[in-house]
């Protein structure tokens, strides 16, 4: 089992940053792909990005330049810094993970979320 913790939401005005956290326990951490998804209210849980083991990031092309993911396999925690953030981008993070190289679409794990909320 791997469990999986976020933090740093809140509520930032547009063009501002946040950094998001997910702090993984249970498994080796460096074997995981980890990554983000977010939901916004009435839609469908959206991709936004992933880092695998060999470090190899991926993004959704609406973050592509202002989301950045890394992360400190000594710390066994996943960053997402946020920067220009937009409305648009208001919604429940989630960090997920699955074993190996990839996300699938529904990823074995799950955090609980939090909240980023962008205003105009």
């Known amino acids: 089992q791997v469990q999986l913790v976020e933090s740093g939401g809140g509520l930032v005005q547009a063009g501002g940053s946040l950094r998001l956290s997910c702090a993984a326990s249970?498994?080796?951490?460096?074997?995981?792909?980890l990554g983000w998804f977010r939901q916004a209210p009435g839609k469908e849980r959206e991709y936004v990005t992933a880092?695998?083991?060999?470090?190899?990031?991926t993004y959704v092309d609406s973050v592509k330049g202002r989301f950045t993911i890394s992360s400190d396999n000594a710390k066994n925690t996943v960053y997402l810094q946020m920067n220009n953030l937009k409305p648009d981008d208001t919604a429940v993070y989630y960090c997920?993970?699955?074993?190996?190289?990839?996300?699938?679409?529904?990823?074995?794990?799950w955090g609980q979320g939090t909240q980023v909320t962008v205003s105009s």
């Open positions: 249970g498994r080796t951490f460096s074997s995981y792909t």
């Open positions: 880092i695998r083991p060999n470090r190899i990031t």
């Open positions: 997920a993970a699955d074993l190996g190289y990839g996300l699938r679409d529904s990823p074995a794990y």
